[in-house]
């Protein structure tokens, strides 16, 4: 993927098991969409300015190797598929210190407005669906 | 105390020490407020139904002994004072299965609009005020 | 599914946009397993105790529906499948007012020793692979 | 104070009143400390690694003014009190864009061993101590 960003693993984040806590996962994927989002210029809040919501509505996670405390990771993501009604962002975690694979997954967004009804981006915000046309990365 | 509720202690409570991440703790004293206000039956929804927002102004907290895995606990809490702009409760968390103190404090919250300006309860909500008055066990 | 256990939403497990933040329900679905091997008198301590880790390696995740501060769920939980190597629990979230359905998914975990190695169940503890068998509900 | 880091305001951090959840600003205390710590050379992993743990075992907070979803920012920390037993951080965080302080409090630790007994930091690790004692920043 083109895009990354990275977190330190905090205390919080671990568990009885030594490791991270693998809910933490999905956080990071949202630090992941967040910064690739402000890296095109179109970060999230401006979204919500428009009364554009874009809830999480499926996610699916692979946990391929721990992580631990104090480790720095590096978040990588892209978006993999766009429709009018929804978008896809595919994720990899690897440790920075060697490159290994710790985590990968996708979630997937509706377009919602503020009252949580489905809503047609391209009618909606055409600007800002013709914008993420042109960053869709299929491929990962 | 006269008011207890119970929480287990979750795997995603925990950290890499083995035991509690210390911020959970705080956590639990909303539970224990919240399961208070409840039994008084004035439920905190109650209160932001009439535009009165209790945000945490301030809150004191000491870990006697750590909470591990699974553990169940019970989290007592009062209301220990009240004036026109605050409500201060105190607590502690005790280990079910022997009583043991884990840890204990207090938060102090003030009255709030929307628009989070301090506001006086006596003025905004007078019932509320009066209900509350009643409540407060001043020595825990 | 046969059991449920319930959750109340704290104010913890909110966010911005008014509604549960979606990782929560992660940590739901590890209620939900935790108190489902309870009720079978195999709590999750006691595979710990035998040195056998359970982590896991992949989930599934379907948001339907937002759940709101101080709303009553029924979190839903069954064991679904069961391998030597591995086990799969199924959920769902409901509202506990009206039955509605919020969210649903699966974990599959691994077992692990404690130094993070893929073992046999049945090897390592026959008594607890016989006895988890018995517990398959395949249809959810 | 001498030392900040910064942090990004995540959807996760946020709850239903619009503004961060107040027991997240104990683990931005936490991230804090472990940067301070780490600009020393001394991070917090070598205490581990000498076995010697510092669990927080009080810690004061007020909270000044809310921040938001996606806000930057600065969280400033210090060690203001050392003593064989303990050690006392204090932090403030402000709001990256125009200085605003949003809260501030302070932690207080406890060296201990691993199996959570009180130890003095001169006699397990006299080097340690010594250099902590350099790091001293009274008046924050």
């Known amino acids: 993927m083109a895009f990354a960003t990275t977190v330190r693993v905090?205390?919080?984040?671990?568990?009885?098991?030594g490791v991270v806590y693998h809910a933490n996962y999905l956080v990071w994927f949202e630090?992941?969409?967040?910064e690739l989002m402000r890296?095109?210029?179109?970060?999230?809040?401006?979204f919500e300015e428009k009364g554009i919501l874009v809830p999480v509505v499926e996610a699916n996670i692979h946990?391929?190797?721990?992580?631990?405390?104090?480790?720095l990771l590096r978040v990588e993501a892209c978006l993999a598929?766009?429709?009018?009604?929804?978008?896809?962002?595919a994720y990899r975690i690897v440790r920075d210190s060697d490159g290994k694979l710790l985590c990968d997954g996708f979630t997937l967004h509706g377009?919602?407005?503020r009252e949580v009804r489905p809503m047609?981006?391209?009618?909606?915000?055409?600007d800002l669906y013709e914008a993420l046309m042109k960053k869709i990365e299929p491929r990962g």
């Open 120 to 126: 047609a981006l391209p009618k909606a915000a055409p």
């Open 39 to 46: 890296s095109w210029e179109m970060p999230y809040v401006q």
């Open 31 to 34: 630090v992941g969409r967040n």
């Open 81 to 89: 598929e766009l429709s009018p009604a929804k978008l896809k962002f």
């Open 10 to 17: 905090r205390y919080a984040d671990t568990d009885a098991m």
């Open 111 to 113: 377009f919602m407005s």
């Open 63 to 71: 946990w391929r190797f721990p992580a631990r405390y104090d480790d």
